[in-house]
C-alpha cells in the first residue's frame, strides 16, 4: 500500500531564507508523487510533480523537490521564502497503477515571519 | 483553473437529512474524486470513478454514495447527514491514472 509522511506540521522562517518542507513515503511500485500548496480558504493547486524523469522537479514560484529512491524521500525546497509562501502544503503519492487515487500527506503550514 | 465547478460552495443542513453535493467538469476526464478534508487528516478519499457508471470507494466511504451518470458530473450522497460529516468537501478530475489531479474550490458543508 501507498503512504506519505509529512515529517512536519508546522514549519516557521523568515522572509528571505530557506525553506525546507520534508515528505517521506512508502509505495510497493515506482509512483508518482506531487506537491499541492492550498491558501487559506482556496482550493488545490499543483505546485510540481514527479512522473520518473529527472530526480530534481522544478515547480512554480520557485519551488523545487529532490525524489531520493534511496531514501524514500521528496523534500520541498526554495531558496528564499516570501510573505506569499505563508499556507498549507501537501505531499502527495498516487495511490496505485490504474485507479489514480491520490494518497495525501497531513500536511505542513508554512509561517512566513517578517 | 481547470474547468471544475462544486455547487453549493456553502450549505448547512440539519442531522438527518440527505444531502447532495454536485461536481461538474468541462475537461472530459476521465477520473473523478471525493475528498473531505478535516484538520490534522489533510485530505481524505471518499469515492471515485474511473468511468460513467464506474465507481468505487475510498478510505472514508461510510455513510456516503456517489453516482456519474455522464462524464461531466459526479455526484456526492450524504445520505444521513452526521455531525461528523461537517467538513470541507473537494472535488477532483484527472485525464489518467499516475498523473495530478485538478481540484475544485471545495464546499463548505455544516451540518446542525
Known amino acids: 500500500a501507498q503512504s506519505v509522511t509529512q515529517l512536519d506540521s508546522h514549519v516557521s522562517v523568515s522572509e528571505g531564507t530557506p525553506v525546507l518542507l520534508r515528505c517521506n513515503y512508502s509505495?510497493?511500485?515506482?509512483?508518482?508523487l506531487f506537491w499541492y500548496v492550498q491558501h487559506p480558504n482556496k482550493g488545490l493547486q499543483l505546485l510540481l510533480k514527479?512522473?520518473?524523469?529527472?530526480?530534481l522537479v522544478k515547480g512554480i514560484n520557485g519551488f523545487e523537490a529532490e525524489f531520493k529512491k534511496s531514501e524514500t524521500s521528496f523534500h520541498l525546497t526554495k531558496p528564499s521564502a516570501h510573505m506569499s509562501d505563508a499556507a498549507e502544503y501537501f505531499c502527495?503519492?498516487?495511490?496505485?497503477?490504474?485507479?489514480?487515487?491520490?494518497?495525501f500527506g497531513q500536511g505542513t503550514t508554512l509561517q512566513v515571519k517578517p | 483553473d481547470a474547468g471544475i465547478t462544486q455547487s453549493p460552495r456553502h450549505k448547512v443542513t440539519e442531522t438527518g437529512t440527505p444531502v447532495t453535493l454536485r461536481c461538474h467538469q468541462t475537461?472530459?476526464?476521465?477520473?473523478m474524486y471525493w475528498y473531505r478534508q478535516d484538520p490534522g487528516h489533510g485530505l481524505r478519499l471518499i469515492h471515485y470513478?474511473?468511468?460513467?457508471?464506474?465507481?468505487d470507494k475510498g478510505e472514508v466511504s461510510d455513510g456516503y454514495s456517489v453516482s456519474r451518470s455522464k462524464t461531466e458530473d459526479f455526484l456526492l450522497t450524504l445520505e444521513s447527514a452526521t455531525s461528523s460529516q461537517t467538513s470541507v468537501y473537494f472535488c477532483?478530475?484527472?485525464?489518467?491514472?499516475?498523473?495530478?489531479?485538478?481540484f475544485g474550490q471545495g464546499t463548505r458543508l455544516t451540518v446542525v
Open positions: 475537461e472530459n476526464h476521465r477520473y
Open positions: 477532483a478530475i484527472s485525464d489518467r491514472s499516475n498523473t495530478e489531479a485538478f
Open positions: 470513478s474511473y468511468g460513467v457508471k464506474d465507481t
Open positions: 509505495s510497493s511500485y515506482s509512483p508518482s
Open positions: 502527495v503519492v498516487s495511490g496505485s497503477s490504474n485507479t489514480g487515487k491520490l494518497i
Open positions: 514527479y512522473t520518473s524523469a529527472a530526480t
